[in-house]
């Protein structure tokens, strides 16, 4: 299957969504928005890109770390899982072909200013070029973008700069003249002009470095769009009463606003130019809009959703050329059959709910902690923007009117009954990330070849080392043979894979695969270790890691510790609750480079694996090499309240120092903040050791919190020890 080529930079980027927006958004809608709201239309467009800005946040995020065609269907597809990406891939679809059907009528308005030329015999004209622009390749669509966003921005500065000198503020009186309702309803209407902000996600396969670009060039395009909105609807409603009708000279039901500005601020001839202009911007928003919408179908089809034949590049311009003559099919059946005006203000509504999604999806993703969700931007005020973005999106739904219900209401009928009736028995049951967080019991479903079961179970580890990250093995592998005991240890790189990706797109030769297996076979070998390295690949990292370790018994587990408390808010953390069922004890460790310990904290607390925890300890401080002689001394320590049993605590301690060969200090901290006295004790040792909190309850959550902010501010290196309390 060929792929789609990386050829739009960042300038190409911003215009392709500059080129979505400044079409109907300021060319047709400041007409329907002074019959809302009168002149605070301004005010309402404003709103509207404050309104839109979570969900562009959320979607950088998600482009960067999916940086795929299909945009916002593939990010909800993984999220929710396949019936779901079916709705909201075919809603989008008719979203923003309805949209760009909708910018192609809107130009015959502004062309019959310069020619008596039939209208819709025109919008066809012109469909059939954008379609050309977009089967010649994406290359052509974004250099064509450039040259047509340019004039356009050109000659929309030119209005500002002389509508500023002719600002009347006595038309803009009364401002809200049907109120906050009215205002807020023209915010839900407006809302669609900010889309095509996020469109530019949909054709992110064919971005250049991506992690840079999709994010920088959705927010520069949003900060663009927002002033030119807010600059030219209060240009005209300090130009054209906003409060009177066409009819009564006014903008109220203008659907040609921006010639009628240009008009009367420099004449026919200025005003002809401008609708030269205006024809020109519908043409570069139908066509940004072809191509952001055909790469829906294209990409549902990829996925077994739709029939194959639209997931097809051809391989003469490498564009998907079935999706795209589907969309334009589409398109021209709208022309001649629908009120595309009605039909575009209804598909707002869809859009609110997909935007609504969005938000959620980044929530879903970030709090599964699936290994695969990496993305190179984080939206910030994690979580707060995105909640903030549902509860918009949920109150603009309120206002929008029962019409645009109903019409999202068949969207999602006609988009489920096509998933039952076609994609449903071609999705292999794959389902969405959010279907692991309600799940109680897993079962492996593991997609790589690994050594069969029977040889797993004969190894008898010590240690079984997982590997979860490309990150140095040799760390963990030291530290597993110093508490396996000298057994023989199991390496195990298991990477979690979307149910979305092909296996063959995965790569165990991949040079730093290979590498990663010499370097774990080396370092066992110059340990003197008996070491089995097993490269395995999953739908669910915890239902593997949890197979293997019962495959191979293990004394130990480790990993490597990363910061997860940072990204989740409220629901499980997934290597917590493998932590808290696995059957061995498990160490998740935390280096920052020391090699050789030979001062190490020990944090007890009456509790039943204060032993185990020394004991552990006096393993790590043996000398290298020479399993007699030990050259670590281990500090004891505990904190108790101001008005705690200072002697009953050293007495605990002096027994626990008993269980060492090495030597052995004790520490008794009282008082204060018991987490930040412990940060400020790391700076003196080369080690901590402290016991995992368990998983299972509340209170037990904000143990969790309080153990992921020691280990993270810690000074030296970090051992947190989880132990079965049948091994207790």
């Known amino acids: 299957m060929l792929d789609l080529e990386r050829r739009l930079g960042l300038t190409s980027v911003i215009a392709i969504s500059l080129g979505a927006m400044l079409g109907s958004g300021l060319f047709v809608l400041p007409g329907v928005a002074a019959t809302i709201t009168g002149p605070s239309m301004w005010l309402a467009f404003a709103l509207a890109g404050i309104c839109v800005l979570p969900a562009a946040l959320s979607k950088a995020e998600l482009a960067t770390a999916m940086p795929t065609s299909g945009g916002s269907y593939v990010y909800l597809e993984r999220a929710f899982g396949p019936m779901v990406g079916t709705i909201c891939g075919l809603g989008l679809w008719m979203s923003l072909l309805l949209k760009s059907s909708f910018a192609l009528v809107g130009l015959t308005w502004y062309l019959e200013i310069l020619t008596p030329i039939n209208g819709q015999f025109a919008a066809l004209g012109f469909l059939a070029l954008v379609t050309a622009l977009n089967i010649l390749g994406v290359r052509k669509v974004g250099q064509a973008q450039v040259v047509m966003v340019a004039l356009s921005l050109l000659g929309l500065a030119v209005l500002v700069f002389l509508g500023k000198n002719s600002f009347d503020p006595q038309l803009t009186q009364p401002f809200m003249p049907n109120g906050i309702d009215g205002l807020i309803t023209c915010v839900a209407v407006v809302f669609i002009s900010y889309a095509g902000v996020t469109k530019i996600a949909a054709v992110a396969e064919e971005v250049k470095n991506p992690g840079r670009n999709l ?12 002033i030119l909105y807010v600059l030219m609807a209060g240009i005209m409603a300090g130009n054209i009463d906003a409060n009177l009708s066409l009819e009564e000279g006014g903008l109220q039901g203008d659907f040609r606003p921006v010639y009628s500005l240009a008009l009367l601020l420099g004449g026919s001839k200025f005003g002809m130019v401008i609708a030269g202009l205006g024809t020109l911007t519908m043409v570069s928003m139908a066509n940004a809009g072809l191509l952001a919408s055909s790469r829906f179908p294209f990409s549902m089809a990829r996925h077994r959703l739709l029939p194959k034949v639209f997931g097809q590049i051809r391989s003469t311009h490498l564009t998907p050329i079935p999706a795209i003559l589907l969309t334009s099919g589409f398109m021209a059946v709208a022309i001649v059959t629908l009120d595309v005006a009605k039909i575009a203000k209804l598909a707002s509504a869809f859009m609110i709910l997909a935007f609504m999604a969005i938000n959620l999806s980044v929530i879903v993703l970030r709090e599964s902690h699936v290994r695969w969700y990496q993305p190179k931007f984080r939206s910030p005020l994690y979580p707060w923007v995105q909640i903030a973005g549902v509860i918009i999106c949920i109150g603009l739904l309120a206002f929008i009117g029962l019409p645009a219900w109903l019409a999202s209401g068949a969207v999602i009928v006609v988009g ?25 019991e897993v079962s492996a479903l593991t997609v790589i070849p690994r050594p069969s079961e029977e040889s797993l179970a004969a190894l008898e580890v010590g240690a079984m080392v997982t590997l979860l990250d490309r990150n140095p093995p040799e760390p963990l592998i030291e530290l597993g043979v110093a508490l396996g005991g000298g057994q023989p240890m199991a390496v195990v790189r298991v990477r979690e894979v979307p149910e979305q990706l092909s296996m063959q797109d995965l790569e165990n030769d991949h040079p730093y695969e290979l590498a990663l297996r010499r370097r774990a076979v080396t370092m066992g070998h110059n340990l003197g270790c008996e070491l089995e390295y097993v490269n395995a690949a999953c739908r669910d990292l915890r239902s593997e890691v949890l197979d293997l370790s019962h495959l191979m018994q293990p004394k130990w587990v480790l990993f490597e510790w990363q910061d997860q408390g940072k990204h989740a808010v409220w629901l499980r953390d997934p290597m917590a609750w493998i932590f808290s069922h696995l059957q061995s004890n498990v160490a998740v460790f935390k280096d920052v480079g020391i090699r050789v310990f030979r001062k190490i904290l020990v944090v007890v607390d009456h509790g039943t694996h204060d032993e185990t925890l020394v004991r552990t300890a006096d393993q790590l401080a043996v000398r290298p090499g020479r399993p007699n002689q030990f050259n670590g001394e281990i500090t004891i320590a505990a904190h108790i309240k101001l008005d705690g049993d200072e002697e009953r605590t050293q007495q605990h301690l002096a027994e626990l120092s008993e269980l060492c060969q090495a030597d052995t200090r004790l520490l008794v901290l009282r008082g204060g903040d018991r987490g930040n006295q412990w940060i400020e004790q790391t700076a003196h040792f080369d ?13 037990s959550r904000m143990m969790r919190r309080s153990a992921e902010h020691i280990t993270g501010k810690a000074s030296c290196s970090v051992l947190r020890l989880r132990i079965p309390d049948e091994d207790g």
Request: glycine share 10%; net charge positive.
């Open 215 to 226: 994010p920088m060039g959705m927010l520069i395009t949003l900060v663009i769009a927002a």
């Open 687 to 699: 080690l901590m050791l402290i016991e995992e909190p368990p998983y299972e309850h509340f209170y």
């Open 416 to 440: 489920a009954g096509i998933y039952f009736a076609y994609g449903r028995a071609r999705v292999d049951g794959r389902s969405g990330v959010a279907t692991r967080l309600s799940q109680r």
